[in-house]
Nanobody, 127 residues
Framework: QVHLVESGGGSVQSGGSLRLSCAAS????????WGWFRQSPGKEREGVAA???????MYRDPAKGRFTISQDADKNTLYLQMNSLKPEDTANYYC?????????????????????WGQGTQVTVSS
């Protein structure tokens, strides 16, 4: 079991930045893939970024060039640095973890890929 707790969400104006954190506890040594997802009202949850246990990161198109996923293994913490935020980035952001390796061919962008989830943190970007 892996327990995940997100923090760092809030309200920001368009063009601003936020850094989300996800504190992990439990059986984190077995985790091979970490991810960030987001969900807006009326929309399905979508993958944003993922990183494997070697530190290789991948991003969906809306996040490329603006978001950076990273992890601090010593602190068991996952981060998502979000820059140049847009109103369409407004969503509840979730971190996720799974003992299977990330799928570089897109499988990890489906929320069914991940076994463990946090409760989410809200990000609101105003124009």
């Amino acid at each position: 079991q892996v327990h995940l707790v997100e923090s760092g969400g809030g309200s920001v104006q368009s063009g601003g930045s936020l850094r989300l954190s996800c504190a992990a506890s439990g059986d984190t040594a077995k985790t091979k893939c970490w991810g960030w997802f987001r969900q807006s009202p009326g929309k399905e949850r979508e993958g944003v970024a993922a990183i494997d246990h070697y530190g290789s990161a991948m991003y969906r198109d809306p996040a490329k060039g603006r978001f950076t996923i990273s992890q601090d293994a010593d602190k068991n913490t996952l981060y998502l640095q979000m820059n140049s935020l847009k109103p369409e980035d407004t969503a509840n952001y979730y971190c996720s973890a799974d003992p299977h390796p990330c799928d570089p061919y897109g499988g990890s962008w489906y929320d069914t890929w991940f076994a463990y989830w946090g409760q989410g943190t809200q990000v609101t970007v105003s124009s």
